[in-house]
């Protein structure tokens, strides 16, 4: 995998991942992809504004839709095409990213990061996500989740589950998803099997807090 440059909390850019003497050809890859990443967040950003105005009644789950989805269009052939983990190119992204999404601690979460979870969340069109009317900090405890996001049918169940109690505070419903797939690898799972387990874990159902 080639190496990328991030900058961090405290704006130093440092090579991912680390090499402790760096060779000059892996810092002009990083150099090369840095460029391209420039350029394709350029666009994101756009998109992503345009959006934000078109669509403003659709709110902050839109928003964070519509970032995954132009991450997904506009980062990821290019990290493919230069051999760069996606993770990596989420990371170096946030260089780009601030009027979307400022840099916190919260970046270094390789694949829980934020920008990770967004490209999650737009795995599903706009029209087939669920979870719609959940809160982003709800859909947040429902994407890091390990067990959930390595399978994104089960993210994608877990919504539709969720969004049908019809409660406000699905803290305890995300819990009780988390706890239930704890440690499965439920990708073995045929359809059928992983929805019917969705349907049998026991939470709250059609109550308005």
């Known amino acids: 995998m080639s190496h990328v440059w991030i900058t961090g909390v405290d704006g130093q850019r440092a090579l991912r ?10 810092i002009a890859a990083a150099d090369a992809f ?3 990443l420039s350029k394709a967040m350029q666009v994101v950003v756009q998109q992503c504004k345009a959006d934000r105005v078109t669509n403003e009644a659709l709110g902050i789950i839109r928003e964070k839709w519509m970032l995954g989805s132009q991450v997904r269009n506009q980062v990821h052939p ?5 051999n760069v983990d996606p993770l990596l190119a989420h990371r170096a992204a946030y260089t780009y990213s601030k009027p979307i999404v400022a840099i916190s601690a919260r970046a270094d979460r390789f694949g829980a990061d934020e920008i990770s979870l967004c490209v999650l969340l737009a795995s599903q069109s ?3 996500l669920p979870g719609k009317n959940l809160r982003w900090a709800d859909w947040w405890s429902i994407l890091e ?8 049918r089960l993210i994608t169940l877990v919504a539709k589950r969720i969004e049908s109690t019809g409660n406000r505070n699905v803290r305890d419903a995300i819990t009780a998803f988390r706890n239930h797939f704890k440690d499965w690898n439920t990708t ?8 019917a387990e969705v349907a049998s874990v026991k939470i709250g159902e059609h109550h308005v807090d």
């Open 17 to 26: 991942p680390s090499l402790e003497f760096p060779s000059a050809a892996a």
């Open 34 to 36: 840095e460029v391209q």
């Open 78 to 82: 290019i990290a493919l095409a230069s």
């Open 126 to 128: 706009w029209e087939q």
């Open 145 to 152: 989740a390990p067990n959930l996001r390595r399978d994104t």
């Open 188 to 195: 073995v799972l045929s359809d059928e099997a992983l929805s």
